[in-house]
Protein backbone atom coordinates (compact mmCIF):
# COMPACT_ATOMS: atom_id res chain seq x y z
CA UNK A 1 0.00 0.00 0.00
CA UNK A 2 2.58 2.28 1.05
CA UNK A 3 3.78 2.78 -2.71
CA UNK A 4 0.23 3.98 -3.34
CA UNK A 5 1.42 7.27 -1.57
CA UNK A 6 4.15 9.68 -3.02
CA UNK A 7 5.26 12.57 -1.77
CA UNK A 8 7.65 15.33 -3.20
CA UNK A 9 9.00 18.33 -1.13
CA UNK A 10 9.17 21.33 -3.42
CA UNK A 11 12.68 22.77 -3.49
CA UNK A 12 12.78 26.57 -2.77
CA UNK A 13 15.92 27.83 -4.87
CA UNK A 14 16.34 31.10 -4.88
CA UNK A 15 13.84 34.37 -4.16
CA UNK A 16 10.28 33.50 -4.80
CA UNK A 17 9.27 35.04 -7.88
CA UNK A 18 5.45 35.56 -7.79
CA UNK A 19 3.69 38.56 -6.66
CA UNK A 20 0.71 37.66 -3.88
CA UNK A 21 -0.54 41.01 -3.69
CA UNK A 22 -3.96 39.99 -5.93
CA UNK A 23 -4.08 37.11 -3.24
CA UNK A 24 -3.65 39.43 -0.03
CA UNK A 25 -5.66 40.29 2.94
CA UNK A 26 -6.90 43.23 1.49
CA UNK A 27 -7.27 41.99 -1.86
CA UNK A 28 -9.92 39.30 -0.28
CA UNK A 29 -11.99 41.97 1.70
CA UNK A 30 -12.44 43.35 -1.23
CA UNK A 31 -13.42 40.04 -2.98
CA UNK A 32 -15.95 39.10 -0.02
CA UNK A 33 -17.58 42.87 -0.06
CA UNK A 34 -18.77 41.94 -3.73
CA UNK A 35 -19.99 38.53 -2.70
CA UNK A 36 -21.71 39.79 0.76
CA UNK A 37 -23.82 41.92 -1.82
CA UNK A 38 -25.83 38.45 -3.09
CA UNK A 39 -28.36 38.27 -1.05
CA UNK A 40 -27.53 34.20 -0.46
CA UNK A 41 -24.31 35.08 0.86
CA UNK A 42 -23.13 33.81 4.41
CA UNK A 43 -20.05 32.65 5.74
CA UNK A 44 -19.84 29.12 5.72
CA UNK A 45 -19.10 27.28 8.81
CA UNK A 46 -15.87 26.16 10.18
CA UNK A 47 -16.46 22.84 12.26
CA UNK A 48 -14.70 21.71 14.70
CA UNK A 49 -13.24 17.69 15.26
CA UNK A 50 -11.79 17.76 18.38
CA UNK A 51 -12.57 14.07 19.14
CA UNK A 52 -11.44 13.07 15.89
CA UNK A 53 -8.30 15.08 15.75
CA UNK A 54 -7.97 13.20 19.28
CA UNK A 55 -8.52 9.78 17.52
CA UNK A 56 -6.37 10.15 14.47
CA UNK A 57 -3.16 11.59 16.80
CA UNK A 58 -3.28 15.36 16.07
CA UNK A 59 -4.21 18.27 18.44
CA UNK A 60 -7.12 19.51 16.74
CA UNK A 61 -8.95 19.44 13.45
CA UNK A 62 -10.82 22.25 11.68
CA UNK A 63 -12.89 21.85 8.49
CA UNK A 64 -14.77 24.69 6.40
CA UNK A 65 -18.20 23.01 5.24
CA UNK A 66 -18.53 24.61 1.63
CA UNK A 67 -21.91 22.43 1.32
CA UNK A 68 -23.78 25.53 2.77
CA UNK A 69 -22.37 27.88 -0.40
CA UNK A 70 -25.05 29.45 -1.76
CA UNK A 71 -27.02 26.92 -1.65
CA UNK A 72 -25.47 25.04 -3.95
CA UNK A 73 -23.15 22.61 -2.36
CA UNK A 74 -20.14 23.53 -3.59
CA UNK A 75 -17.46 26.62 -3.20
CA UNK A 76 -16.95 26.93 -6.64
CA UNK A 77 -19.86 29.80 -7.27
CA UNK A 78 -16.97 31.93 -5.23
CA UNK A 79 -14.92 32.09 -8.54
CA UNK A 80 -17.55 32.20 -11.18
CA UNK A 81 -19.47 34.83 -10.01
CA UNK A 82 -16.35 36.97 -9.11
CA UNK A 83 -15.40 37.10 -12.35
CA UNK A 84 -18.20 37.27 -14.44
CA UNK A 85 -18.95 39.97 -11.99
CA UNK A 86 -15.26 41.66 -12.59
CA UNK A 87 -15.74 41.02 -16.81
CA UNK A 88 -19.43 42.46 -16.89
CA UNK A 89 -18.08 45.21 -14.78
CA UNK A 90 -15.57 46.01 -17.46
CA UNK A 91 -17.89 45.93 -20.43
CA UNK A 92 -20.20 48.56 -17.83
CA UNK A 93 -16.60 50.44 -17.77
CA UNK A 94 -16.09 50.38 -14.21
CA UNK A 95 -14.17 48.84 -11.34
CA UNK A 96 -15.64 45.62 -9.64
CA UNK A 97 -15.75 47.71 -6.32
CA UNK A 98 -18.38 50.05 -8.32
CA UNK A 99 -21.18 47.05 -8.98
CA UNK A 100 -22.88 44.92 -6.77
CA UNK A 101 -25.49 42.24 -7.01
CA UNK A 102 -28.25 44.65 -7.38
CA UNK A 103 -26.93 46.50 -10.26
CA UNK A 104 -25.58 43.46 -12.26
CA UNK A 105 -29.42 42.25 -11.95
CA UNK A 106 -31.15 45.41 -13.57
CA UNK A 107 -32.94 45.99 -16.21
CA UNK A 108 -30.77 49.27 -17.04
CA UNK A 109 -28.12 46.79 -16.99
CA UNK A 110 -28.76 43.81 -18.54
CA UNK A 111 -30.27 46.43 -21.74
CA UNK A 112 -26.67 48.39 -21.55
CA UNK A 113 -25.17 44.77 -21.49
CA UNK A 114 -27.30 43.07 -24.23
CA UNK A 115 -27.05 39.19 -24.36
CA UNK A 116 -23.89 37.53 -23.47
CA UNK A 117 -23.48 33.63 -23.60
CA UNK A 118 -20.68 32.53 -20.44
CA UNK A 119 -19.05 28.89 -21.63
CA UNK A 120 -17.14 26.49 -19.45
CA UNK A 121 -16.16 22.88 -18.88
CA UNK A 122 -16.63 21.23 -15.89
CA UNK A 123 -17.20 17.95 -13.86
CA UNK A 124 -20.09 19.58 -12.23
CA UNK A 125 -19.50 22.11 -9.45
CA UNK A 126 -17.49 25.56 -11.49
CA UNK A 127 -20.37 24.42 -14.21
CA UNK A 128 -22.89 24.75 -11.73
CA UNK A 129 -21.63 27.98 -9.95
CA UNK A 130 -20.90 30.18 -13.62
CA UNK A 131 -24.57 28.34 -14.66
CA UNK A 132 -26.47 30.04 -11.59
CA UNK A 133 -24.41 33.36 -12.11
CA UNK A 134 -25.28 33.66 -15.49
CA UNK A 135 -29.03 33.27 -14.87
CA UNK A 136 -28.82 35.67 -11.46
CA UNK A 137 -27.37 38.32 -14.23
CA UNK A 138 -29.65 36.97 -16.85
CA UNK A 139 -27.48 35.86 -19.06
CA UNK A 140 -27.05 32.56 -21.28
CA UNK A 141 -24.40 30.05 -20.38
CA UNK A 142 -23.31 26.67 -22.12
CA UNK A 143 -21.45 23.49 -20.15
CA UNK A 144 -19.37 20.86 -20.88
CA UNK A 145 -18.55 18.20 -19.20
CA UNK A 146 -16.39 15.37 -19.24
CA UNK A 147 -17.17 12.04 -19.81
CA UNK A 148 -18.36 9.79 -16.79
CA UNK A 149 -19.41 13.02 -14.84
CA UNK A 150 -22.70 12.51 -12.81
CA UNK A 151 -25.99 12.66 -14.13
CA UNK A 152 -27.16 14.68 -11.19
CA UNK A 153 -24.39 17.35 -11.47
CA UNK A 154 -25.60 17.71 -15.09
CA UNK A 155 -29.09 17.86 -14.05
CA UNK A 156 -28.15 20.47 -11.45
CA UNK A 157 -26.50 22.83 -13.85
CA UNK A 158 -29.32 22.58 -16.62
CA UNK A 159 -31.73 23.15 -13.30
CA UNK A 160 -30.00 27.15 -13.49
CA UNK A 161 -30.99 27.39 -17.47
CA UNK A 162 -28.04 26.44 -19.05
CA UNK A 163 -27.12 24.60 -22.41
CA UNK A 164 -24.89 21.58 -20.84
CA UNK A 165 -23.96 17.91 -22.26
CA UNK A 166 -21.19 15.11 -21.23
CA UNK A 167 -18.69 15.04 -23.60
CA UNK A 168 -16.87 11.73 -24.81
CA UNK A 169 -13.75 14.08 -23.71
CA UNK A 170 -11.73 14.30 -20.82
CA UNK A 171 -11.40 17.22 -18.45
CA UNK A 172 -8.53 19.10 -20.17
CA UNK A 173 -9.67 18.36 -23.67
CA UNK A 174 -13.46 19.35 -22.91
CA UNK A 175 -11.94 22.79 -22.02
CA UNK A 176 -10.31 22.71 -25.38
CA UNK A 177 -13.79 22.42 -26.75
CA UNK A 178 -15.35 25.43 -24.67
CA UNK A 179 -12.49 27.78 -25.90
CA UNK A 180 -13.03 26.69 -28.66
CA UNK A 181 -16.94 27.54 -29.21
CA UNK A 182 -15.81 30.98 -27.25
CA UNK A 183 -13.79 31.52 -30.03
CA UNK A 184 -16.20 30.90 -32.86
CA UNK A 185 -19.47 32.23 -31.38
CA UNK A 186 -18.17 34.81 -29.34
CA UNK A 187 -18.86 33.54 -26.24
CA UNK A 188 -17.16 34.45 -22.79
CA UNK A 189 -14.81 31.74 -21.42
CA UNK A 190 -15.02 31.21 -17.75
CA UNK A 191 -12.45 28.38 -16.92
CA UNK A 192 -10.10 28.56 -14.01
CA UNK A 193 -6.97 27.23 -15.88
CA UNK A 194 -5.17 29.51 -17.54
CA UNK A 195 -2.67 29.85 -20.52
CA UNK A 196 -0.66 32.03 -22.29
CA UNK A 197 -3.20 35.22 -23.19
CA UNK A 198 -6.00 33.92 -21.26
CA UNK A 199 -5.29 35.24 -18.07
CA UNK A 200 -7.74 37.53 -16.21
CA UNK A 201 -10.41 35.70 -15.76
CA UNK A 202 -8.42 32.88 -14.11
CA UNK A 203 -7.05 35.13 -11.70
CA UNK A 204 -10.50 36.90 -10.70
CA UNK A 205 -11.72 33.14 -9.94
CA UNK A 206 -8.71 32.52 -7.86
CA UNK A 207 -9.53 35.96 -6.09
CA UNK A 208 -13.09 34.60 -5.80
CA UNK A 209 -11.77 31.61 -3.99
CA UNK A 210 -10.27 34.58 -1.26
CA UNK A 211 -13.80 35.11 0.34
CA UNK A 212 -13.76 31.21 1.39
CA UNK A 213 -10.13 31.07 2.56
CA UNK A 214 -10.36 34.73 4.64
CA UNK A 215 -13.88 33.17 6.39
CA UNK A 216 -11.67 30.01 7.78
CA UNK A 217 -8.68 32.42 8.71
CA UNK A 218 -11.33 34.33 10.93
CA UNK A 219 -13.23 31.73 12.35
CA UNK A 220 -10.40 29.45 13.31
CA UNK A 221 -9.51 30.66 16.78
CA UNK A 222 -5.52 29.92 16.55
CA UNK A 223 -3.21 29.77 13.68
CA UNK A 224 -2.87 26.18 12.19
CA UNK A 225 0.39 24.27 12.20
CA UNK A 226 -0.70 22.59 8.96
CA UNK A 227 -2.77 23.19 6.20
CA UNK A 228 -4.02 20.37 3.45
CA UNK A 229 -5.56 21.34 0.35
CA UNK A 230 -7.04 19.24 -2.64
CA UNK A 231 -6.33 20.21 -5.99
CA UNK A 232 -7.01 19.80 -9.58
CA UNK A 233 -5.43 22.38 -11.56
CA UNK A 234 -4.34 24.01 -8.46
CA UNK A 235 -6.13 27.23 -8.44
CA UNK A 236 -8.39 26.69 -5.30
CA UNK A 237 -4.93 25.49 -3.88
CA UNK A 238 -3.26 28.10 -5.08
CA UNK A 239 -5.83 30.68 -3.79
CA UNK A 240 -5.19 29.92 -0.43
CA UNK A 241 -1.84 29.34 -0.39
CA UNK A 242 -1.32 33.03 -1.71
CA UNK A 243 -4.01 34.04 0.99
CA UNK A 244 -2.36 32.21 4.05
CA UNK A 245 1.35 33.03 2.85
CA UNK A 246 0.62 36.96 2.20
CA UNK A 247 -0.52 37.35 5.80
CA UNK A 248 1.93 34.39 7.56
CA UNK A 249 5.63 35.03 5.40
CA UNK A 250 7.81 32.54 6.05
CA UNK A 251 5.49 31.96 9.75
CA UNK A 252 2.85 30.38 7.35
CA UNK A 253 1.34 27.28 8.30
CA UNK A 254 3.41 23.71 6.73
CA UNK A 255 0.87 23.36 3.33
CA UNK A 256 0.64 20.18 1.62
CA UNK A 257 -1.12 19.91 -1.75
CA UNK A 258 -3.06 16.38 -2.33
CA UNK A 259 -3.80 14.97 -5.49
CA UNK A 260 -5.57 11.94 -6.81
CA UNK A 261 -2.88 8.65 -8.46
CA UNK A 262 -4.32 9.28 -11.67
CA UNK A 263 -4.27 12.73 -11.79
CA UNK A 264 -1.07 14.49 -9.98
CA UNK A 265 -0.09 16.97 -12.49
CA UNK A 266 1.30 19.02 -9.30
CA UNK A 267 3.02 16.03 -7.75
CA UNK A 268 4.57 15.26 -11.21
CA UNK A 269 5.68 18.57 -11.64
CA UNK A 270 6.85 19.78 -7.93
CA UNK A 271 9.01 15.87 -8.50
CA UNK A 272 10.67 16.53 -11.72
CA UNK A 273 12.00 20.26 -10.59
CA UNK A 274 12.64 21.49 -13.67
CA UNK A 275 10.96 24.58 -14.02
CA UNK A 276 8.34 23.11 -16.33
CA UNK A 277 5.05 21.97 -16.18
CA UNK A 278 4.12 18.22 -16.18
CA UNK A 279 0.45 16.65 -17.54
CA UNK A 280 -1.22 13.89 -17.29
CA UNK A 281 -3.01 12.20 -20.34
CA UNK A 282 -5.86 9.86 -20.52
CA UNK A 283 -8.99 9.41 -18.68
CA UNK A 284 -7.96 9.90 -15.35
CA UNK A 285 -10.73 7.53 -13.71
CA UNK A 286 -10.35 8.65 -10.40
CA UNK A 287 -13.54 8.75 -7.72
CA UNK A 288 -12.18 12.23 -7.01
CA UNK A 289 -14.07 13.92 -10.50
CA UNK A 290 -13.57 17.37 -9.16
CA UNK A 291 -9.94 16.97 -9.16
CA UNK A 292 -9.71 14.57 -12.50
CA UNK A 293 -7.78 17.56 -14.11
CA UNK A 294 -4.13 16.70 -16.05
CA UNK A 295 -2.70 20.31 -16.72
CA UNK A 296 -1.66 22.63 -14.24
CA UNK A 297 -3.33 26.27 -14.05
CA UNK A 298 -0.14 28.33 -15.13
CA UNK A 299 -1.03 31.15 -12.07
CA UNK A 300 -1.49 28.44 -9.43
CA UNK A 301 1.48 26.53 -10.11
CA UNK A 302 3.53 29.66 -9.56
CA UNK A 303 1.89 30.07 -6.13
CA UNK A 304 2.35 26.91 -5.24
CA UNK A 305 6.02 26.56 -6.09
CA UNK A 306 7.43 29.07 -3.88
CA UNK A 307 4.98 28.61 -1.15
CA UNK A 308 3.86 24.91 -0.81
CA UNK A 309 5.55 22.86 0.95
CA UNK A 310 4.76 19.43 -0.21
CA UNK A 311 2.80 17.54 -2.83
CA UNK A 312 1.11 14.40 -2.03
CA UNK A 313 0.08 11.78 -4.68
CA UNK A 314 -3.03 9.10 -3.22
CA UNK A 315 -5.56 6.45 -4.12
CA UNK A 316 -8.93 6.70 -4.05
CA UNK A 317 -9.96 4.77 -1.31
CA UNK A 318 -8.31 7.38 1.23
CA UNK A 319 -10.71 10.02 0.00
CA UNK A 320 -13.54 7.54 0.22
CA UNK A 321 -12.11 7.09 3.97
CA UNK A 322 -12.30 10.75 4.09
CA UNK A 323 -16.03 11.02 3.07
CA UNK A 324 -17.14 8.27 6.13
CA UNK A 325 -14.87 9.60 8.36
CA UNK A 326 -16.44 12.97 8.04
CA UNK A 327 -20.28 11.95 8.18
CA UNK A 328 -19.58 10.04 10.94
CA UNK A 329 -16.87 11.77 13.14
CA UNK A 330 -15.75 11.03 16.68
CA UNK A 331 -17.87 11.70 19.77
CA UNK A 332 -19.67 14.52 19.43
CA UNK A 333 -17.70 16.64 16.95
CA UNK A 334 -19.53 18.72 14.04
CA UNK A 335 -20.63 16.52 11.15
CA UNK A 336 -19.21 17.26 7.70
CA UNK A 337 -21.27 15.48 4.75
CA UNK A 338 -18.35 15.88 2.03
CA UNK A 339 -18.48 15.14 -1.49
CA UNK A 340 -15.14 12.52 -3.22
CA UNK A 341 -12.87 15.43 -3.83
CA UNK A 342 -14.13 17.65 -0.77
CA UNK A 343 -12.85 14.64 1.76
CA UNK A 344 -9.60 13.56 -0.43
CA UNK A 345 -7.15 15.95 1.82
CA UNK A 346 -8.95 14.55 5.14
CA UNK A 347 -9.11 11.21 4.09
CA UNK A 348 -4.82 11.26 3.01
CA UNK A 349 -4.30 12.65 6.18
CA UNK A 350 -6.61 10.22 8.22
CA UNK A 351 -4.67 7.20 6.49
CA UNK A 352 -0.83 8.91 6.92
CA UNK A 353 -2.14 9.33 10.74
CA UNK A 354 -3.40 5.36 11.17
CA UNK A 355 -1.32 3.42 8.92
CA UNK A 356 1.84 2.37 10.21
CA UNK A 357 3.20 1.65 6.91
CA UNK A 358 3.10 5.76 6.12
CA UNK A 359 4.85 6.19 9.56
CA UNK A 360 7.60 8.02 7.10
CA UNK A 361 5.22 10.59 5.76
CA UNK A 362 4.16 11.06 9.10
CA UNK A 363 7.40 12.25 10.71
CA UNK A 364 8.39 14.16 7.43
CA UNK A 365 5.39 15.95 7.12
CA UNK A 366 5.36 16.92 11.39
CA UNK A 367 1.86 15.92 12.30
CA UNK A 368 1.18 15.05 15.96
CA UNK A 369 -0.12 15.34 18.67
CA UNK A 370 0.10 19.13 18.63
CA UNK A 371 -0.74 19.76 15.08
CA UNK A 372 -3.46 21.51 14.50
CA UNK A 373 -4.58 21.25 11.01
CA UNK A 374 -6.85 23.23 8.87
CA UNK A 375 -8.96 21.62 6.00
CA UNK A 376 -11.28 23.09 2.92
CA UNK A 377 -14.53 20.25 2.52
CA UNK A 378 -15.05 21.95 -0.82
CA UNK A 379 -18.39 20.16 -1.91
CA UNK A 380 -21.39 18.26 -0.45
CA UNK A 381 -22.83 14.90 -1.91
CA UNK A 382 -23.16 16.84 -4.78
CA UNK A 383 -23.53 13.27 -6.72
CA UNK A 384 -25.80 11.35 -3.77
CA UNK A 385 -26.05 8.14 -5.33
CA UNK A 386 -22.15 7.58 -5.41
CA UNK A 387 -22.08 9.28 -1.90
CA UNK A 388 -24.62 6.81 -0.61
CA UNK A 389 -22.80 4.09 -2.34
CA UNK A 390 -19.36 4.81 -0.07
CA UNK A 391 -20.76 5.90 2.83
CA UNK A 392 -23.30 3.16 3.26
CA UNK A 393 -22.32 0.56 1.40
CA UNK A 394 -18.82 0.92 1.64
CA UNK A 395 -17.71 1.05 -1.99
CA UNK A 396 -13.62 1.49 -2.26
CA UNK A 397 -13.11 0.39 1.64
CA UNK A 398 -9.74 1.11 2.97
CA UNK A 399 -6.70 -1.08 1.74
Same mark, same amino acid.
Not at 88 to 91: P, S, T, W
Not at 104 to 112: D, F, H, P, Y
Not at 185 to 194: L, S
Not at 216 to 231: D, R, V
Given at each position: ?8 K?T ?7 ? !???L?R????K /????H?S???Y??T?LQ?L??T???L????VY ?5 Y????N ?6 GS ?5 Y????L?K???E? =?? $? ?10 L ?6 TA?DGN???GV??? #? ?9 Y??K ?6 L??IRAE ?7 D???D??VR????Q??E ?5 ? $????W?G?E =?I???I? $??Y?T?? !?E ?16 G?G????? /?T ?9 DR?V??IV ?8 YR???A ?10 D?D??M ?7 PC ?5 ? !? ?5 Y?I????? /? ?7 L???A???D??V????G? #??FG? /??E ?5 Q?? =????QL???E?S?V?F ?9 E?YKAI?W =?G??PS?
Open positions: MKEEFKIARHDGECTCD !LAFSESAE /VREFRFPVEAPHPEAKYGLGDVKDESRFGLAFKVLGYAIGNLAQRGKISV =DY $QTLISEEVRKEGDITFVTHGRAWT #ANQFRQKSVVMPGSAKERENGAEASITLNYEALANSAEKGWVMV $QDTAEY =DPTWM $QGGMG !LALEQIPEKPTHIFLQAVSMAGA /VGLFSAIYGEPITEPNKADCLTAENDGERHFVTGMTIAGLACGESIGWEI !LKDHADFSCPDY /VAAKGMRIGNPGKDRVSGESA #AAC /VAIMTNPLS =DIRKGLDNRLFSTEGDTDKNV =DRFA
